[in-house]
């Protein structure tokens, strides 16, 4: 059997898009297994962020701009969503899980990150004209942090909320079902060209399956599956992982859950430390943020033990007695620089929808919208996301000097989240230290074309990332 479209990978990705697919009565086939160990949507808190994710980096650039109007339409698309999810799988039980998010300004990190980052956030709210609140913290009755750290300043977003990842993947599964679509549970191999076209998908059992179009969703791994078009593959952005724990824990009986998403602004290249109401006493812990070599499969004592120090120190320091249920990790695809990669693969019939990072499955509803009409021939009226086309020199966000100052600010806010004791006549000598490295780095890799901060910060410590990032730089010059 010829199918009209395979998707490979079943994270919220590749899911939505093979549900919006089959829901518009093509014959589509999901190709990946529905466990999704170590995938970034099982293992995701799931928020809503739009204005809570806002950085001034990200702001600094007209591809960042755009990734926030993707995140401001993608909010609005979520109830529509929503329903039809429940209509399609005959399950009502609600996605959402947190009314609102709160921003918390404490003392764990620094002013030129934290500060910096809140006052963007704010700024942006009122610029966009969005809906918020400034509070007092106090006024957040479920926060009980250490009062060494605790929040200066609050302010509350009512509508962003949060839903329940673990829940929106089984309705994925049940919509897509119930729309006549396939699930095939084994992984692929690579995909099947011919004559510079793609025709199928080899399944790593050997079998293998036909179509016209195929769209390669698989997250962290998407770019092994390109591997019979070597010159194709060379001109989109390498794909790296961002190795994520996060912790669902369980509180204990008669103590309340917070009704919102209570977060910090994101720092240290991770997406703030924050905490998120999943019911019946379950609470999502999250989360780190590691460039990997490669994708993880475990977490390491490290993260579970920095995540859970943060939980306790900047949330309540009385969760030391919940239970934990679970300890998850993903792996968010970040291409080498920093921006998603939506689209064709020249005239191959490949498509790639990857590359979301932190806010991927916010964005899933949009982006399952989207990518069905581009491959069906219709015209997306509600944005346009050319500028993400996988095949691209990098896209550059910041200056040099403004990426070398950024991923040592970066760093260093790693170690005031550490909570590290630094003698202040230290500073400047790790300032000097880290700026000449990172400069010497990002000159070794290409005269003009660098990386986003946290690629320079973690290829600094990785051969391979470098040598990834000079072939896809070398492919471009
Ligand atoms: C800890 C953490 C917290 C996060 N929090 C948020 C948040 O609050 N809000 C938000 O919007 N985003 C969040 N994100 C980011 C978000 O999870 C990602 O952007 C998004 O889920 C990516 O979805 P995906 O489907 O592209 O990838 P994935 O979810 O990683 O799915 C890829 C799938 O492809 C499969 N696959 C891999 N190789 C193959 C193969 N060869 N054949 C078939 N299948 C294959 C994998 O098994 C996996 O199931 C978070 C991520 C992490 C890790």
Same mark, same amino acid.
């Given at each position: 059997m010829k199918y009209d479209f395979i998707v490979v990978g079943s994270g919220a990705i590749g899911s939505s898009i093979a549900y919006e697919l089959a829901s518009r009565k093509f014959s589509v086939c999901r190709v990946g297994d $529905?466990?999704? $160990? @170590?995938s970034a949507s099982k293992a995701?808190?799931? +928020?809503?962020g739009c204005f809570g994710e806002i950085t001034q980096s990200l702001l600094a650039s007209r591809y960042g701009k755009l990734k926030l109007d993707m995140d401001c339409i993608a909010k609005d698309l979520w109830p529509t969503w929503e329903k039809r999810l429940s209509d399609s799988s =005959?399950? @009502?039980?609600?996605?959402?899980?947190?009314?609102g998010t709160h921003i918390i300004l404490n003392t764990a990190g620094m002013k030129e990150v934290d500060s910096i980052n809140y006052d963007a956030i704010e700024k942006s709210l009122i610029n966009y004209s969005v809906p918020y609140k400034k509070i007092d913290?106090?006024? /957040?009755?479920?926060l009980n942090p250490n009062d060494l750290v605790r929040p200066l300043n609050a302010l509350y977003i009512p509508d962003e909320h949060a839903v329940n990842s673990d829940l929106l993947l089984k309705k994925l599964d049940a919509a897509f079902i119930s729309e006549r679509g396939t699930i095939v549970e084994e992984n692929a191999k690579c995909v099947i060209v011919e004559n510079n076209k793609a025709t199928g998908v080899k399944l790593l059992n050997g079998e293998c399956l036909q179509a016209d179009k195929v769209i390669v969703a698989? =997250?962290?791994? $998407?770019?092994?599956? &390109?591997? $019979?078009?070597p010159e194709v593959s060379r001109k989109i952005p390498p794909i790296f992982s961002g190795y994520g724990v996060s912790i669902l824990v369980r509180v204990p009986e008669g103590r309340e859950l917070p009704t919102s998403v209570i977060r910090t602004p994101n720092r240290a290249f991770a997406c703030g430390l924050h905490c998120v109401p999943r019911g019946e006493r379950v609470l999502y812990l999250g989360a780190t943020n590691i460039l990997a070599e490669k994708p993880r499969k475990n977490a390491l004592i490290s993260d579970v033990q920095f995540l859970l120090d943060c939980a306790l120190e900047? &949330?309540?320091?009385? &969760?030391?007695d919940a239970e934990i249920l679970s300890i998850q990790v993903g792996n968010r695809p970040i291409p080498a620089d920093g921006f998603p990669l939506i689209?064709?693969?020249?005239?191959?019939?490949i498509w790639l929808a990857t590359g979301?990072?932190?806010?991927g499955l916010h964005q899933s509803p949009l982006l399952a919208n989207y990518v069905a009409n581009s491959l069906t021939g219709i015209k997306n009226h509600? /944005?346009?996301?050319?500028?993400?086309?996988? +095949?691209?020199?990098p896209l550059s966000g910041l200056s040099r000097e403004l990426i070398v100052k950024e991923t040592v600010q970066q760093m260093f806010a790693t170690g005031y989240e550490y909570r590290w004791d630094i003698k202040p006549y230290w500073l400047p000598l790790l300032d000097k230290g880290l700026t000449e490295n990172y400069q010497n780095l990002i000159e070794s890799l290409h005269p003009h074309f660098t990386p986003p901060p946290e690629l320079v910060a973690f290829s600094y410590l990785y051969e391979s990332m470098r040598h990834e990032l000079r072939n896809y730089y070398g492919a471009w010059s």
């Open positions: $529905s466990d999704r $160990s @170590n995701a808190g799931a +928020m809503n =005959g399950n @009502n039980k609600t996605l959402f899980t947190a009314q913290p106090r006024e /957040i009755h479920w698989a =997250g962290a791994h $998407s770019l092994e599956l &390109l591997s $019979s078009l900047q &949330l309540d320091i009385n &969760l030391h689209g064709p693969c020249d005239d191959t019939n979301t990072y932190r806010d509600q /944005i346009n996301l050319d500028d993400f086309n996988p +095949m691209r020199p």
